[in-house]
C-alpha cells in the first residue's frame, strides 16, 4: 500500500494529530474539528467500522484530507461547535466528497451556515454522537 503525506493524519500509535501519513485505501474519512477529544472519539468509532480517518484543524488541511492528492476521501465531517468559515467549506464541494456536519442544537445560525454551504447532512451533536456509524454508512460513498 502506498502512502502520501497531508497536513494531519490518523498515523496509529499513540493517536495525536500530527504531520503524517494517510493510507491510500477506500474509505477515508476526514474530520475537521479542533477538539482533540472528541476528534479521537470520531476516529475510535470509524476505525472500528474499517474507516481510515485523519483530523484536520483548519479549512486548508481538511481540503487536502478530502482530496487527498487525488484519492479522493469517501466522507468529510465538520464539527461546528467551535467557528467554521463556512464559505471556504462551500468551496469544497467541487470535491465531490458528502460532508456532514454537527454542531449545538441550539445553534440555528450554524445550521443555517452549513445548509447553504451545500453541507450534505447536518444533525445536532447528541444525534451525531447516537448515529456516527449510521450516518457515515448511509452517506459515505464507499464502504470502509
Known amino acids: 500500500m502506498t502512502d502520501r503525506p497531508i497536513a494531519t493524519s490518523d498515523s496509529g500509535g499513540s493517536g495525536d494529530s500530527q504531520i503524517g501519513r494517510v493510507p491510500l485505501a477506500s474509505g477515508l474519512v476526514g474530520v475537521l474539528s479542533t477538539d482533540l477529544f472528541f476528534g479521537m472519539r470520531i476516529r475510535t468509532s470509524l476505525r472500528q467500522m474499517g474507516y481510515s480517518v485523519a483530523i484536520a484543524k483548519d479549512v486548508p488541511s481538511f481540503s487536502t ?3 487527498n492528492d487525488g484519492q479522493q476521501a469517501c466522507l468529510g465531517i465538520v464539527d461546528f461547535n ?3 468559515d463556512w464559505d471556504a ?3 469544497l464541494k467541487h470535491a ?3 460532508i456532514l456536519a454537527f454542531g449545538p442544537h441550539k445553534d440555528v445560525d450554524g445550521f443555517r451556515a452549513a445548509k447553504k454551504a451545500g453541507v ?3 444533525v445536532a ?3 451525531f454522537s447516537r448515529a456516527l456509524p449510521d450516518l457515515a454508512l ?3 460513498t464507499k464502504p470502509p
Open 96 to 98: 465531490g466528497v458528502p
Open 120 to 122: 450534505t447532512r447536518v
Open 125 to 127: 451533536n447528541g444525534e
Open 82 to 84: 467551535y467557528p467554521v
Open 138 to 140: 448511509r452517506y459515505a
Open 89 to 91: 467549506i462551500g468551496e
Open 65 to 67: 484530507l478530502l482530496e
